[in-house]
């Protein structure tokens, strides 16, 4: 079973050292997994790309770049399309920030649950055990606030985290969403796609499950690129769309 690692990347040249670092760590020692990044370059100033490639060291990295900024949907989409179709059904596909807040350990225990049973698991803010650290305090409010509402108008069993990225797919369910969906999956922009497609996973049957999150976001390097009111606004079009049956 191989792991694929996808990695939207903007301008995160000074971060992908210490998490690469962290998925070597996975590689080698007692865990033995075996790895397959996939750094999709959305259009970055920086020399996120050449970053990518002097860091890999023994890693497996491939990256794929944007000629220009596209933006999250469409580099998300990108990258999942490529590790879907570079993967074997029995892979696992997780999906992770590339600015250093997410923890790569946090992969072992996502991808033990998907071989028992479930067909995604979520890293989630709102589980016991949770951890976040340099997260603003009214981001953290924002984010208990959408959760809530989305698990009051739209709840999906085993789900409190509707838009944090770091998840685990079993490249199985992957592949049929997309060979059915293809880019529709992530029409939505921004961080909106991700609820999107959790939405969209629940309605043809996935089995969800979390896990506690760790969040260090007080070891990313460069400012946050989450436009906050806009994603909010994009979050509960999704929301609303859902309810009205018009994302069917």
């Keep these: 079973m191989r792991v694929w690692v996808v990695l939207p990347a903007y301008n995160e040249a000074a ?27 959305d259009g970055s100033t920086d020399d996120t790309a050449g970053a990518a490639a002097r ?26 399309t490529a590790a879907a179709g570079r993967a074997s059904p029995g892979d696992v596909v997780v999906c992770m ?15 033990r649950e998907i071989r028992e049973g479930r067909d995604v698991v979520i890293a ?13 305090w009214f981001r953290r409010l924002l984010s208990r606030g959408m959760s809530m509402l989305f698990r009051f108008i739209q709840p999906v069993e085993g789900v409190r985290d509707y838009s944090c990225g770091y998840r685990a797919y079993r490249a199985e ?10 880019d529709r999956l992530f029409r939505m922009d921004g961080f909106a796609c991700m609820v ?5 996973l629940a309605r043809h049957g996935a089995v969800f499950g979390e896990v506690p999150l760790v969040l260090r976001y007080d070891q990313k390097q460069g400012a946050s690129k989450m436009r906050v009111v806009q994603t909010i606004r994009r979050t509960l079009l999704v929301l609303a769309r859902e309810r009205l049956g018009l994302n069917r």
């Design 55 to 80: 860091e890999a060291g023994d890693l497996e990295v491939s990256v794929l770049r944007n000629p220009q900024n596209r933006g999250l949907a469409e580099t998300f989409m990108r990258g999942m």
């Design 173 to 182: 369910l992957l592949k049929q969403a997309l060979s059915v969906q293809s």
């Design 196 to 200: 999107g497609m959790l939405l969209h």
């Design 15 to 41: 971060n992908l050292g210490g998490l690469f670092a962290g998925l070597r760590e996975l590689v080698h020692d007692a865990y033995k997994l075996e790895l397959c990044v996939i750094v999709v370059d």
């Design 124 to 136: 989630s803010r709102f589980r016991p055990g949770s951890v976040v650290r340099g997260v603003p």
């Design 97 to 111: 920030d590339a600015d250093n807040s997410h923890v790569p350990g946090q992969i072992l225990r996502m991808v």
